[in-house]
């Protein structure tokens, strides 16, 4: 899973059209350990690393009961790691750290045969001071891509879960995503509809090979 954040701690699954990575999920952790703090090694490394990837590498689990399972707090067991850890990442914890799962902020199963969008959307969350936009993977050829952005004048009453935007006139290729640097406006997804302006700050992940097929 891709981490990011430093107020909250979010992770976004790296999905695949197969299972059992079938589906775009974001979740907000905490992360404890006993005798350390696994946190702050993360935020330490992040505010004095250059790397924008870094990723949880969790113990064997089915990633569904994380957020089909009502009731009782949900969670996970395994290592933070600068970089991608399939791409040359480093370990900077031990295996034993606990991510408790604070919040599904989304959760989705990838059907392959689902119709596409035309327009551009992604999925607005984090929190109105530190806010991330992923793309909205749907069939294959797809991609997976995670920015934050600012946010002028958040939605009314946003929480941090996720908001599905649309960006008009953009198509929904790769050629098309949303760049560093942009300030554009995009459509909140819902009943009724409203607007929010955005300004794209840092990329954090870009994969189209994974999700090819």
């Known amino acids: 899973m891709l981490m990011v954040g430093e107020a909250k701690v979010l992770l976004s699954h790296l999905p695949m059209f197969m299972s059992p990575h079938d589906f775009q999920v974001i979740f907000e952790v905490t992360l404890r350990e006993p005798n350390a ?26 990633l569904p009961s994380l957020f089909t399972a009502p009731g009782s707090a949900a969670g996970m ?18 295996d034993q750290v606990h991510a408790d799962i604070t919040r599904v902020m989304f959760s989705h199963k990838l059907t392959p045969t ?12 984090g929190s109105p001071g530190e806010a991330f936009v ?10 997976d891509h995670v920015l934050s952005v600012l946010l002028p004048q958040p939605p009314v009453g946003w929480d941090g879960r ?7 006139g953009r198509d929904n290729t790769h050629d098309r995503r949303l760049k560093e640097g ?10 009724p509809p409203s607007s929010v302006r955005i300004k794209v700050q840092r990329e954090f992940y ?8």
């Open 37 to 62: 703090d696994p946190a702050s090694v993360y935020l330490q490394s992040r505010r004095t690393s250059s790397e924008r990837i870094y990723t949880w590498v969790p113990k064997p689990f089915v």
């Open 77 to 94: 067991q395994g290592t933070v790691v600068r970089g991608h850890f399939e791409r040359g990442g480093k370990p900077i914890t031990s």
């Open 114 to 125: 689902d119709t596409a969008p035309p327009r551009l959307r992604y999925l607005l969350f």
């Open 134 to 143: 992923a793309h909205v993977i749907t069939r294959p050829p797809d991609f």
């Open 162 to 168: 996720a908001l599905l935007l649309e960006f008009p």
């Open 182 to 191: 942009e300030e554009l406006d995009a459509t909140i997804v819902a009943n």
């Open 206 to 213: 870009d994969e189209t090979g994974d999700l090819e097929s």
